[in-house]
């Protein structure tokens, strides 16, 4: 079956970049996702890259795809005490039910 | 404002007995999903509907039931036959478009006593 998977912890200080990566086994996969959940909360769609692109870059945020590594990243610029979160990586794919997400990457940014 | 709706934000439930969740949504979204969530365990689906009255399992079905009778509702029934009902649930909306995203509610935390 499909499988996500992402590292479970990340620590940066704040200012610095963080890298949270994600890899994935559907070839077929159509749509990456990036969500973020704060503690005891829903989960928010930060941002989405098609499969035929390589980048997308949204403000503090640039998402890499490499589709013949099946890896996904996402870079949080500068990142701040108010990005510590947990950060899940999804997928999708035509005729495919729902999203299968990733096991979230719990983010903490020192000060 | 449009968005996701769950209730109620915390839930206890004795032994034997069974519990719905509610979830409401004002997005005219035709697509709506129950994930239960556990710690370092991600999401997982439970069911799943896109479209009113109709819906399917997911890959953790058991011991829970839900129905799709108005388009802006998705409750999900937690039944004394999951054994293992204490967990964070995450109700979720979506439509056909650019990116296909998920909108989440708030979340219901249930646990058994």
């Known amino acids: 079956g499909e499988d996500v998977e992402q590292s479970l912890f990340l620590s940066v200080r704040e200012g610095d970049s963080s890298v949270i990566n994600c890899t994935y086994t559907?070839?077929?996969?159509?749509?990456l996702y990036w969500y973020k959940q704060e503690p005891g909360a829903g989960l928010q769609l930060l941002t989405y890259i098609f499969s035929n692109m390589d980048m997308k870059q949204d403000q503090r945020l640039t998402v890499l795809l490499n589709k013949k590594d099946k890896h996904l990243s996402l870079r949080i610029a500068d990142t701040q005490t108010g990005d510590s979160a947990i950060y899940f990586c999804a997928e999708s794919s035509a005729g495919r039910r729902a999203l299968t997400f990733g096991s979230g990457t719990r983010l903490q940014v020192q000060p | 404002d449009g968005g996701i709706t769950q209730s109620p934000k915390y839930l206890f439930r004795k032994e034997g007995q069974n519990v719905t969740l509610s979830c409401e949504q004002n997005?005219?979204?035709?697509?709506m999903y129950w994930y239960r969530q556990d710690p370092g365990q991600g999401l997982r689906l439970i069911y799943y509907s896109q479209i009113v009255n109709d819906f399917q399992k997911g890959d953790i079905a058991e011991g829970y039931s839900v129905s799709r009778e108005k388009k802006e509702s998705f409750p999900l029934t937690v039944t004394s036959a999951q054994k293992n009902p204490t967990a964070f649930y995450l109700c979720?909306?979506?439509?056909?478009?650019?990116?296909?995203?998920?909108?989440f509610g708030s979340g219901t935390r249930l646990t058994v006593v």
């Open positions: 559907d070839s077929s996969s159509t749509y």
């Open positions: 979720a909306s979506s439509t056909p478009g650019e990116g296909y995203g998920y909108t």
């Open positions: 997005l005219n979204h035709d697509a």
